[in-house]
């Protein structure tokens, strides 16, 4: 065998489809997309309003502030006269308002406490024993009841 000689040969395979066959698919493809497509057109126009747009419309005049400088003079003298003047912070007459160049020179002449607290802070939440101890302090100092059968008895 191993001096055989082996000899491959190509044999072509014969045509199995036809060339009409694929012709008419192709055909039938083509005409396929071509329906589909004129469906498609038919829903939109169907689907989709159309309407006329008249001529080009004038728009009204923009109402743009013509007078902005003399507005901003206005908000800025506003500004100004609040910062610059004494007066009542609230309708209580309890906070005075006053003029920012004399509130500065008073943080400045108070140094590095210029921000501490005005008023010591209260602590918000009491400790959970704040209670019992209110009510034991409270038993101790109220004075003893006397009862009837004249033994004395510690209030409730």
Do not use: C
């Amino acid at each position: 065998m191993a001096g055989d000689k082996h000899h491959i040969q190509y044999v072509p395979e014969p045509p199995s489809v036809s060339m009409t066959f694929v012709g008419w698919s192709a055909l039938a493809g083509m005409l396929l997309v071509a329906v589909a497509i004129g469906a498609f057109y038919y829903v939109y126009r169907a689907a989709v309003p159309t309407t006329n747009y008249s001529g080009a419309t004038t728009f009204p005049q923009s109402r743009v502030d013509t007078q902005e400088r003399d507005e901003l003079h206005r908000i800025r003298a506003a500004q100004r006269q609040k910062l610059e003047t004494w007066g009542w912070a609230d309708s209580e007459h309890t906070l005075v308002k006053i003029p920012i160049e004399r509130a500065m020179q008073l943080l400045a002449t108070k140094g590095n406490d210029a921000y501490a607290p005005l008023l010591q802070s209260q602590q918000a939440l009491s400790p959970p024993t704040a209670a019992a101890e209110r009510t034991t302090i409270q038993h101790q100092d109220a004075p003893a009841t006397a009862s009837p059968g004249g033994a004395q008895e510690a209030p409730r």
